[in-house]
């Protein structure tokens, strides 16, 4: 057994079992959207659905004045015991641990009374949608804060895999990291539709092995139907990496362009994966605080802030280049040339070396050449 410190947290932990200290950001991340939540005045009653050690939970309990209330979760009694310790050693008075199966809990508990649910399994998060959106079905508005371990499967290397955990084809290309978190949020709209909850994705990142949405959900049959409008196809050309995206079928069988038979991913959210608002609170925030890895923090939110409200998927510059035939290029001076043509453009913090921007392959194509036939300024 050791004691880690994260964030405002000491917590007793017993490695590798119950506790990975790689999602130390995650976590950081993950607590600033509680608290960003919060703006809005409301306090919460926070399930962490999947415990361990507790240092979620206790972390958004001890550092967001916004969690009235804390019950931390697990099927295994190893893990609850240690919850249990941890609880008291922080001293987070309104917190209580149950040992439990999360699916069977939810679905049991006779009068649920969570605003945020927290959903952080070994691997794919889908077994639990459902009872989550079944257990906030009372509430007018309420969060979920999900993690997806199951990367590969969501990014297209097991496309089977996905097929039956999210209804989804995936795409293993360049931009499936986006494309992950798409199919996952797909799948919760669909999920929370029939519960007559629409879905507005406040946050999204992809980050190691991981995917994290923090999402939120309102109550109505108009909301509902509008997430579901958001439903849609990407597709992808592998030959001259043209994409589309169209809901809610796919705008073309094969690629206008060079006439390729297109790849599709889908169905999945065609819609905004960031609020503008979120993402600057949580900015503001985590300038308040001395998280680790608050430099790292600051300049994720200031990528997302740039790439937010710029449409689906993002161009890999290497991959231009290298079917152009020429040396590679900074994104920096791509960005400089499509603006000057008067697209839009920012970086992504889904994958360095890439560009997005509301201009065509053949605009990204065009600023790539007209970079290489200007000389670098000193
Ligand atoms: C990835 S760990 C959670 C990590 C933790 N949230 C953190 O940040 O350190 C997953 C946890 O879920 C628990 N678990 C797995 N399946 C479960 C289920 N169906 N119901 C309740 N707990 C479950 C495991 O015992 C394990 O402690
Ligand atoms: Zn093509």
Redesign the pocket.
């Known amino acids: 057994m050791v004691v880690v410190k994260e964030g405002n947290a000491a917590i007793t932990v017993r490695k590798p079992l ?3 200290p790689e ?1 130390e950001f995650c ?1 950081d991340v993950s607590s600033l959207a509680v608290v960003s939540i919060g703006a809005e005045g409301g306090k919460l009653n926070v399930l ?6 507790g ?2 939970g206790i972390r958004y309990a001890a550092e967001n004045s916004n969690v009235a209330s804390l019950l931390l ?4 009694p190893d ?1 609850c015991s240690l919850a249990k310790k941890n609880v008291k050693a922080n001293k987070i008075k309104k917190a209580k641990v149950v040992e ?4 069977h809990f939810l679905f049991c508990t006779p009068k649920p009374n969570f605003d945020l649910i ?1 959903l ?3 691997g794919s998060p889908a077994p ?1 949608l459902h009872a989550a959106c079944y257990s906030l079905r009372n509430k007018p508005r309420a969060y979920l804060s999900i993690t997806a371990t199951d990367t590969a499967v969501l990014c297209g290397a097991h496309s089977a895999a996905c097929l039956k955990n999210y209804q989804a084809h995936p795409i293993d290309n360049e931009f499936c990291h986006e494309l992950a978190a798409r199919i996952l949020l797909g799948k919760l709209a669909r999920t929370a539709s029939a519960f007559n909850f629409g879905i507005t994705p406040l946050f999204a990142i992809s980050k190691l092995h991981y995917i994290k949405v923090f999402v939120q959900l309102d109550v109505g049959a108009e909301k509902a139907v509008d997430s579901m409008r958001s439903l849609g196809y990407v597709s992808h050309c592998a030959k001259c990496l043209n994409r589309e995206w169209r809901a809610p079928m796919p705008a073309h069988l094969a690629c206008p362009a060079c006439k390729s038979q297109y790849e599709h991913a889908g169905p999945l959210w065609l819609g905004q994966l960031w609020s503008k608002q979120t993402v600057h609170e949580m900015q503001t925030l985590n300038h308040a605080r001395n998280y680790k890895g608050k430099l790292q923090i600051d300049s994720l939110l200031t990528l997302i802030s740039e790439e937010l409200a710029l449409p689906p998927t993002y161009f890999d510059l290497h991959k231009i280049s290298k079917r152009l035939g020429v040396s590679a290029v900074s994104p920096d001076r791509v960005m400089d040339a499509l603006r000057k043509s008067g697209f839009r453009a920012s970086k992504t913090h889904f994958q360095t070396n890439c560009v997005r921007t509301d201009g065509k392959i053949g605009d990204v194509r065009s600023a790539v050449k007209r970079v290489l036939s200007q000389p670098r300024r000193a």
Do not use: G, Q, T
């Not at 962490?48 to 050690?53: E, P």
């Not at 439990?100 to 699916?103: F, I, M, R, S």
């Open positions: 119950f506790y990975n999602m976590r962490d659905a999947m415990c361990a050690s240092i979620r979760l697990d099927s295994s893990a439990d199966e999360v699916n927290e952080d399994p070994f639990f």
